[in-house]
């Protein structure tokens, strides 16, 4: 079965760049999108079909997708930022979630 | 304003059955997929089954494949997930979301299934 691998945790000051990555076989040739889900609520999609960024989504949210790795990018990381990052690969039978990336702001 | 409702969570003893339901409204309900996610206490999300607009196709992950059973009802704006033969490991909170062309625009609040003795 398909698997997307991300790291546990990254941790990132206040105003710094934070990179989250997923790993996955060929998921260039497959749309990534990813979601931030914070304690208690239901995750929000923050990038889709690889590097688009839905209304409301601050800009500051970017992504790309290439080869095995797709990247979420969070740029001028705000303490608001701080959740669990996942990211997801669709194609006409994959619906496979990473495992999972927090993003501590310290 | 789109809405998704998830019901039907409560505690069952493993090898029992539960069915979850998902009140959409907001939207053409019979125009869009939608899928069913879980996520275990703690732990990440996971992809359980897709159901496309008419009901002609669905697509389930390995882990439910065989007992659990999605289905919609474009008449009454509702998504089901029925679950059978229920184990202590499909203990979670099981959300309903709404597809995009490749991704979730949309979650309900999520329903918590217990399966304890």
């Known amino acids: 079965s398909y698997e997307l691998t991300q790291p546990p945790s990254v941790s990132v000051s206040p105003g710094q760049t934070a990179s989250i990555t997923c790993s996955g076989d060929?998921?260039?040739?497959?749309?990534a999108c990813w979601y931030q889900q914070k304690p208690g609520q239901s995750p929000v999609v923050v990038i889709y079909?690889?590097?688009k960024r839905p209304s409301g989504i601050p800009e500051r949210f970017s992504g790309s997708n290439s080869g095995n790795t797709a990247t979420l990018t969070i740029s001028g990381t705000q303490a608001m930022d701080e959740a669990d990052y996942y990211c997801q690969a669709w194609d006409s039978s994959t619906y496979v979630f990473g495992t999972g990336t927090k993003v501590t702001v310290l | 304003e789109v809405q998704l409702v998830e019901s039907g969570g409560s505690v069952v003893q493993p090898g029992g059955s539960l069915r979850l339901s998902c009140a959409a409204s907001?939207?053409?309900?019979?125009?869009?997929?939608m899928h069913w996610v879980r996520q275990a206490p703690g732990k990440g999300l996971v992809w359980v089954a897709r159901?496309?607009?008419?009901?002609?196709?669905?697509i389930y992950a390995d882990s439910v494949k065989g007992r659990f059973t999605i289905s919609r009802d474009n008449a009454k704006n509702t998504l089901y997930l029925q679950m059978n033969s229920l184990r202590a490991e499909d203990t979670a909170v099981y959300y309903c979301?709404?597809?995009?062309?490749?991704?979730?625009?949309?979650w309900g609040q999520g329903t918590l299934v217990t399966v304890s003795s």
């Open positions: 060929k998921l260039g040739d497959k749309y």
């Open positions: 159901i496309n607009s008419d009901e002609s196709n669905t």
């Open positions: 907001g939207f053409i309900f019979g125009n869009y997929w």
């Open positions: 979301a709404r597809a995009e062309v490749s991704w979730y625009g949309y």
């Open positions: 079909q690889d590097s």
